[in-house]
């Protein structure tokens, strides 16, 4: 099964919003509330941002969001930060029954 | 506070097998399904396998199916990924990750990762 997609890169500027996209289909992303973000730096574990589509973890900090619409989820950054520049994951939940969980190929936040 | 330390990874020969060690700390380990994902060099993350928090469920990716075992050990806190037959596109990163629970499949915590590099 092919992983979500997502766009390979995106940017912004400090201060500004930015949203990346993650495409699944019926069987994941479009069939199930579980889609979670991960951030990850480089050469650092993931973090979990985003649970269960639009719940934050304690200590995430209330500028990252996410939603759904059908076979797509979107995580945004508003008020973007220096920090902030890292790769970001989405990952859901799939009824295939040769996985559990489907990451996407990755999204590299650049903050201009 | 919770800890996850992964160990076993290094060099070894492509067809030779590695046994990964997951050591959990901080919280309830028999409360917790643990998972373990990858990382092959400059790419995404690829999730490998689960085991619930009993042992009475796990599962691989149909990608290591056949080849990689997943167990775990509750009198040392520690869960195990026995990869044999390796092959040189299962050199990665490898984390385990404690699920956050409710049967949503994903990972709250997550350990600092081990590298397994096979060589042809």
């Known amino acids: 099964q092919s992983a979500l997609t997502q766009p390979a890169s995106v940017s912004g500027s400090p201060g500004q919003s930015i949203t990346i996209s993650c495409t699944g289909t019926?069987?994941?992303?479009?069939?199930?509330?579980?889609v979670s973000w991960y951030q990850q730096h480089p050469g650092k574990a993931p973090k979990l941002m985003i649970y269960?589509?639009?719940n934050r973890p304690s200590g995430v900090s209330n500028r990252f969001s996410g939603s759904k619409s059908g076979n797509t989820a979107s995580l945004t950054i508003s008020g973007l930060q220096a920090e902030d520049e890292a790769a970001y994951y989405c990952?859901?939940?799939?009824?295939?029954?040769?996985?559990?969980?489907?990451f996407g190929g990755g999204t590299k936040l650049t903050v201009l | 506070q919770v800890q996850l330390v992964e160990s076993g990874g290094g060099v070894v020969q492509s067809g030779r097998s590695l046994r990964l060690s997951c050591a959990a700390s901080?919280?309830?380990?028999?409360?917790?399904?643990i998972h373990w994902v990858r990382q092959a060099p400059g790419k995404g993350l690829e999730w490998v396998a689960l085991?619930?928090?009993?042992?009475?469920?796990?599962y691989c990716a149909d990608s290591v199916q056949g080849r990689f075992t997943i167990s775990r050990d509750p009198s040392k806190n520690t869960v195990y990924l026995q990869m044999n037959s390796l092959r040189a596109e299962d050199t990665a990163v490898y984390y385990c990750?404690?699920?956050?629970?409710?049967?949503?499949?994903?990972?709250?915590?997550w350990g600092q990762g081990t590298l397994v590099t096979v060589s042809s």
């Open positions: 990750a404690r699920d956050r629970g409710g049967g949503t499949f994903d990972s709250d915590y």
């Open positions: 901080g919280f309830t380990f028999s409360s917790y399904t």
């Open positions: 085991i619930w928090h009993d042992g009475s469920y796990k």
């Open positions: 019926s069987s994941d992303v479009g069939d199930y509330n579980y």
């Open positions: 269960e589509v639009y």
């Open positions: 990952s859901s939940y799939t009824r295939t029954i040769s996985l559990h969980v489907l």
